[in-house]
């Protein structure tokens, strides 16, 4: 049974080019980068070409460029760095309830230190109001961090606006760019943000290697105090081979960016054609500005867990809400934000794809999935109840879903 890969917003094969551009990092070239010798002067220098090629993917100077194990970790960088650098200014923070867990557990950290945060709601759609954000701004303001795409209903953020009006105020302005870097183009100029947050795994890199923009000029504490690395903003001995990695796969996406999102886009709309053939099953986010190659669903009447481990018998391999969430059992924050009612929301499904995706395996998976559908809802007691009663008796609202 051939395995449909249909998870690419988790994760990501690495490409074969990314991988011999590390191996000799792991073998012949070892070295210390603060080594003063050779072996040490060529892991500075793979480094630093690195450094160039993830600056020259999201139009930055290679100096911002600060690298990470992950994206939690450049969140939790640019927030905290930068909350704490300003605390002086004041000590309140705007994120939105859309956020991923990394921005949203940073923020309740802050909170136990005495900060006070302002949680902006979304629409129907997953989309943060512009206003919304000014409204929430006082003078105490001194961070605001909106994603830039949700890695579970693919909505794209108004970051631009957003982040207009942090400079119009002079607040810090973060974004989550770890579900658009490498899969739609990412200028940080022309977005206007402050510090943004990337990881090498979403286009096709190492795990274990990410990094954060942080425009020239920008206050910020560190988080990993000892050596001078990076620029003395992050200590550590660096992770040579995956730090190179990430530096070619930056390389790679910035050639093949605009194939890439073709390719994804058209199967995006096959599945999600074939998938809306069946009754009750809603799609989720913003229908024009979202990523490419995300399509998301709630479907009435079953769980999300009994659609994963089905379309697994067949060798599918899809998600329920993000991959940090979907052991939880728990309804989708996000989806519950936008006003999914929680009984729904449980019925979450998102297909991701990815470069190495065919037509046939799309094709796969609308032919298998109205079964899956069907079988479960047959076993469920909603089903026959009408889930529609229980999520009015919750308070919730259809619309958007």
């Known amino acids: 049974m051939s395995v449909k890969y249909f998870d690419h917003i988790a994760s990501n094969p690495m490409l074969p080019e990314v991988f011999d551009a590390m191996v000799p990092y792991f073998k012949e070239q070892y070295g210390n980068p603060m080594s003063m010798y050779d072996l040490g002067m060529n892991a500075k220098q793979a480094i630093d070409t690195a450094r160039e090629q ?73 989309m943060v109001d512009p206003d919304a954000v000014k409204k929430s701004i006082t003078k105490e303001t001194t961070v605001i961090s909106i994603i830039h795409a949700s890695s579970e209903v693919g909505t794209i953020e108004p970051i631009k606006e957003i982040a207009a009006i942090a400079k119009e105020h002079k607040i810090g302005f973060h974004t989550d760019a770890v579900a658009t870097v490498g899969n739609i183009p990412v200028d940080v100029k022309d977005l206007g943000v402050d510090a943004l947050s ?122 329920s809400g993000s991959a940090c969430t979907s052991k939880a059992l728990k309804a989708s924050p996000v989806l519950v934000s936008m006003g999914v009612p929680t009984s729904m929301a449980h019925g979450s499904i998102v297909f991701s794809l990815g470069i190495g995706n065919t037509t046939e395996a799309v094709d796969c998976c609308v032919e298998e999935f109205p079964q899956i559908v069907k079988r479960l809802r047959d076993m469920s007691p909603f089903a026959k109840e009408g889930w529609g009663a229980l999520g009015a008796e919750e308070g919730g609202s259809k619309e958007g879903a």
Do not use: C, W
């Open 54 to 126: 993830v600056a020259k993917l999201i139009n930055a100077k290679p100096s911002e460029i600060i690298f990470t194990s992950s994206g939690a970790e450049s969140n939790n960088f640019a927030i905290k760095g930068m909350a704490l650098a300003r605390q002086g200014d004041g000590k309140h923070l705007i994120i939105s309830k859309a956020e991923h867990h990394s921005v949203m557990n940073t923020a309740r950290s802050l909170e136990k230190q005495g900060f006070v945060v302002t949680y902006v709601p979304v629409d129907n759609n997953g």
């Open 198 to 319: 990337l990881s090498a795994h979403q286009f096709y890199g190492p795990k274990g290697a990410a990094a954060m923009y942080l425009k020239t000029g920008q206050r910020i504490l560190p988080l990993i105090y000892g050596g001078i690395q990076e620029g003395g903003r992050r200590a550590g001995t660096e992770n040579v081979p995956a730090i190179v990695g990430m530096g070619k796969a930056a390389e790679l996406a910035a050639e093949d960016l605009p194939a890439r999102m073709a390719h994804v886009r058209q199967l995006r709309d096959r599945l999600t054609e074939g998938i809306l053939k069946i009754e009750k099953v809603h799609p989720t986010g913003h229908p024009q500005q979202r990523l490419p190659g995300l399509a998301s669903f709630v479907v009435e009447y079953i769980e999300g867990e009994g659609m994963l481990l089905l379309l697994l018998a067949k060798g599918i391999y899809a998600a």
